[in-house]
């Protein structure tokens, strides 16, 4: 074995390692990186390192997994969102028991796809977005000043609307049912902060018109 | 019934063709068995469900999609490790060549991946698409709705006219090529990918030095597509700042740069790592999200409450029952008595919500930055004389159990185009002009002449309205 390319591959192992050297967010991947490095360093062959680059590299392929789940999970967690956080949760709880490389992208891809289930699930609970307009539509229609000759047209656009509304909740569960078994609409979950951030009004506005909703609805 | 066989080839189709580069590629084992046993589960339940939906659900709830990438997966590696040739010494030569070709290779894919794409953008199967989206409709529609509407025979030739006719007006209306050659263009990416090779190819590398420079270099990074994300960015200014929608959408783009520049130039390679601007986009985005849906609801709110003064005072000229709404009612005139009516009351309602939501007021309106917005770029429909005449005419008159005198109707009548010797005056004279901005852009980024080959050419307004001046509009003083 030539001695430069060993030397080669020490100076590449050493480059490899200080990519990461001082980034906190890149903590585990360095430490990894760097032991991977060390051994490297201490060989006086590449046949040495046969092991070592095996144990050590997929060491270094869960560091780089944990580091980006830890960065997706304190985002998830600085912004409330408490179903996104679930799929970088779930791969760092299980993330140590991969025993290949190939378990580690099948252990990625399976939270990542449940977890996107259940978020689908949840951000329908801000089905009032959508329906916010209609509940003033109603509110608007009950409330108009006009003469009596016109009153019951009006009582009967409103009542047009509330039957929209309540099919359309009708439709909102059935569509959900396949994905998640007995998935009920719970328009208070629009209230967390995750789907109340999407909303331009104030919280009393929006408590008043999920209070409004829910009557309509009878949920 | 089951799942129609246009969508389900559009779902299998990819996982059929992943078994078909095991089979050519002679790849067997347990791990194959277990991939074809999951696409057949696949297929079986396209046969048995007749709902899209409730297909997608079963096949994620039995993670259907996750088994089958990771079969393939374990299918498809052990060859590609064989194939990186296990048997003898450490041949750094070969190993370098492997890595230097396999670069090689990633060019002429992806070149031949955008000759394709440029191809498929031609638009030259168009019509057999329009054919397939008929024959869908076919199979998967109610008999009654396809009667409705005259029959498939009517339909389908109807859909065939009107394309003939488009391609007959403009040949090019279904050709992107152009669009996706400048949108799409790879040479970036190539030349990046490029330099790595040249790297690799140096008098005397090795695979260690390749390696180790690729990294001290910043060109592993730069091969994941930096500098196309930074170019795609600068692309999306452009285009936002042709039609901006809101202040809002300028600065999320600005601040998008901005930060790609600075964790670019925090990195010692001026690479930025790419999660960490994934998070940083993601940041812009949800902190400016609040801003944008509030801007939406208040410049819809109050264009609602101008167009709802707009069709209440309509509503009294004598030829209101020929026009859209009211024409299509089963009385047009008794239409339009409903809408002299009711309108004022439910205008009045509206303002009550708005004045409760946003605390603005009707005489606010106008000093709101929306509305400046809304004239500044001419995405307002009227004229400043209308919107004048709407604030001191009409909303004084627009109260529950009022009506508006036989001057004030007449002066209403006198904004719409009736007759040839009248001229309209409602609208914003240069209405046009967001569209002749998009056009403007569009030709700037495609090709002099692009916009027209493709779309009919902007209309101007034939308004005799003046152009908006706000410094003679005393309502946003």
Known sequence: MDNNILEEYRLYYAARSEKYKNNPAYANSYETEKRLSDAMQACNSLEDFKDDAVKLGKACA??????????????????????????????????????????????????????SVEVSMDDSHRKIIDDW?????????????????????????????????????????????????????IPEKALEYRHLRLLPFLKTHVEEQIAKYKSIINR | MPIDPMMLNAILGTFKNMIEECKTKNLSGPDFDKMCATYDRMEQLGNEHSDMNEYNAQLMNENLYVKFSDFY?????????????????????????????????AIITIRKAYQDTIEQARGQDAEANMQLGLDYIERNFDKEYLSAGGGIDKINTRAKKDFDEIIKKKPKAFDNSVEVEVMSNPEVLIKSIQDVIDLGEKPGMTL????????????????????????????????????PISPIHIQIIEEKLEK??????????????????????????????????????IKTRWNDLLNDLSVWSLSYCSFAPYMYPWAIAEDPFAATKETQHIAPGIIKEK??????????????????????????????????????????????????????????????????????????????PQRHFPSERIKEWYDKKFGEGRYLSKYDAVEKYESAAKPWNLNSFKYCK
């Open chain 1, 133 to 185: 307009d209609l509940i003033d539509e109603i509110e608007i229609y009950e409330n108009a000043v006009v003469p009596d000759k016109y009153k019951s047209k009006m009582v009967g656009m409103a009542a047009d609307i509330k039957k929209s509304l309540i099919e359309g909740v009708i439709m909102l569960e059935e569509n959900n049912e396949p994905w998640q078994s007995g998935w009920k609409l």
């Open chain 1, 62 to 115: 869960i560091a780089l997994v944990k580091d980006e789940n830890l960065l997706e999970k304190k985002y998830y967690e600085k912004h409330q969102e408490t179903f996104r956080v679930k799929a970088s949760e779930q791969i760092l709880e299980k993330i140590d028991s991969c025993e290949t490389l190939l378990d580690i992208s099948t252990i990625v891809a399976e939270e990542n796809n449940k977890t």
């Open chain 2, 351 to 428: 303002e009550k919500l708005f004045q409760k939501y946003f605390g603005i007021s009707f005489y606010e309106i106008y000093k709101h930055p929306t509305f400046l917005w809304e004239v500044k770029y001419n995405y307002i429909d009227y004229s400043q004389e209308y919107v004048e005449f709407l604030i001191e005419k009409i909303y004084p008159e627009c109260k529950p159990f009022n009506h508006l005198s036989d001057d004030l109707i007449e002066q209403r009548g006198l904004f719409c185009k009736r007759g040839k010797d009248s001229k309209d005056r409602e609208t914003n």
């Open chain 2, 260 to 297: 790609f520049d600075e964790l670019a130039n925090a990195n010692k390679f001026n690479v930025p790592n790419s999660t960490e601007l994934k998070y940083s986009f993601e940041d812009i985005e949800r902190l400016h999200e609040n801003d944008i849906q509030k801007w939406d609801q």
């Open chain 2, 73 to 105: 997966a374990r299918t498809i590696t052990p060859a590609s490790n064989s194939q990186s040739g296990d048997g003898g010494g450490y041949d750094d030569a070969a190993l370098l060549k492997q890595n230097v070709d396999a670069l090689k290779q």
């Open chain 2, 208 to 243: 260690p030095r390749f390696l180790r420079l690729q990294i001290e270099t910043g060109l592993d990074k730069a091969m994941e597509g930096s500098v196309s994300t930074r170019n795609g960015l600068e692309t999306e200014k452009e285009y936002i700042l042709s039609n």
